[in-house]
């Protein structure tokens, strides 16, 4: 079994920065992917981010230059540091592990970006 804690999320203003985090505990193999998925209302969810434990990344085309993942692996945690927020980046932001073809959520964290 696998839990997933997101954090971080919130309301701010556009042109502002938020940090997200997702932390990882259970049964963590040493190869994984973790990512950040979105969703906004009456919208499919999407990939916004993802990090291997190798330290690869994929970002949208639509956060890059403002969007950063990066990894801790020893404490397992992924953290995405959002800039230059717009409004169109409000939505439920996911956490998602996959690791040996399965996939594990976290329950969503709201990021509302408005003035």
């Known amino acids: 079994q696998v839990q997933l804690v997101e954090s971080g999320g919130g309301l701010v203003q556009p042109g502002g920065s938020l940090r997200l985090s997702c932390a990882a505990s259970?049964?963590?193999?040493?190869?994984?992917?973790m990512g950040w998925y979105r969703q906004a209302p009456e919208k499919q969810r999407e990939l916004v981010a993802s990090i291997t434990s190798g330290g690869s990344t994929n970002y949208a085309d639509s956060v890059k230059g403002r969007f950063t993942i990066s990894r801790d692996n020893a404490k397992n945690t992924v953290v995405l540091q959002m800039n230059s927020l717009k409004p169109e980046d409000t939505a439920v932001y996911y956490c998602k592990l996959v690791q040996r073809a399965i996939n594990w959520w976290g329950k969503g964290t709201l990021v509302t970006v408005s003035s």
């Open positions: 259970g049964s963590i193999f040493s190869i994984w992917t």
